[in-house]
Nanobody
Framework: QVQVVESGGGLVQYGGSLRLSCAAS????????GGWFRQAPGKEREFVAA????????RYGVSVKGRFTISRDNSKNTLYLQMNNLTPEDTATYYC??????????????????RGQGTQVTVSS
């Protein structure tokens, strides 16, 4: 059974930084795409970032581009999300998701079969 577990969330002040981790276990992921999403109370789930397993490409949502960086360590089956210059608008539950690389829209939550339960990020003003 595949498990995807996020960690690293917490409370941070305006302008601060956090690094989220996402560990996948239960199978060997060869060619995959890893994604991060977030959802704030009362809002729809939002695409944050995605990365190809090769590291050949990464994509970002408009609201985080230039501040967030997605990366991966294939030897550890782990994704990361480095978040800098955080603002209260970044407050949300952050979710990690993974699936085999293939056709489809990586910016859509439904693209991913394996999803985590989320980690809370709160940015104080």
């Amino acid at each position: 059974q595949v498990q995807v577990v996020e960690s690293g969330g917490g409370l941070v002040q305006y302008g601060g930084s956090l690094r989220l981790s996402c560990a996948a276990s239960g199978r060997t992921f060869g060619s995959y795409i890893g994604g991060w999403f977030r959802q704030a109370p009362g809002k729809e789930r939002e695409f944050v970032a995605a990365i190809h397993w090769s590291g050949g490409w990464s994509r970002y949502g408009v609201s985080v581009k230039g501040r967030f960086t997605i990366s991966r360590d294939n030897s550890k089956n782990t994704l990361y999300l480095q978040m800098n210059n955080l603002t209260p608008e970044d407050t949300a539950t952050y979710y990690c998701a993974v699936d085999s690389a293939g056709s489809g829209n990586y910016a859509k939550w439904d693209f991913y079969t394996y999803r985590g339960q989320g980690t809370q990020v709160t940015v104080s003003s």
